[in-house]
């Protein structure tokens, strides 16, 4: 069975055109997408409710992002949450949580 530990599947809209960086001979591509839920209220009023998350991937997958994926398309994405921590230029300490993609599936386009 595959390991459930540290799972997670998203399928979301894309919130801008991924950054691709090269390193060698390998590729890293970043971007954010929206989840949106949406339920009614005590007052039967629709309430949206929309969560954006960070997106990483690397290697060939990357090359695949750069490609085919555009600003307001959906995706589907799985793999693990990453934690880390970075040092602004002001000696802030910053912290992130990002998708680590191991998996990729390409939806559709804009709505």
Do not use: C
């Not at 989840?35 to 997958?61: A, F």
């Amino acid at each position: 069975m595959k390991s459930l530990r540290n799972s997670v599947q998203l399928i979301g809209r894309l919130g801008k055109d991924p950054e691709v960086k090269e390193f060698g001979k390998s590729k890293k591509a970043s971007f954010s997408i929206a989840t949106t839920d949406s339920y009614k209220n005590q007052k039967g009023d629709k309430i949206e409710d929309t969560q954006w998350h960070n997106v990483v991937i690397w290697g060939k997958l990357a090359g695949i992002a750069e490609k085919y994926l555009k600003k307001g398309e959906e995706v589907a994405v799985e793999g693990k949450l990453v934690h880390r921590s970075y040092e602004t230029s002001k000696g802030e300490t910053r912290y992130i949580t990002e998708i680590n993609v191991n998996d990729l599936v390409l939806l559709g386009g804009k709505k």
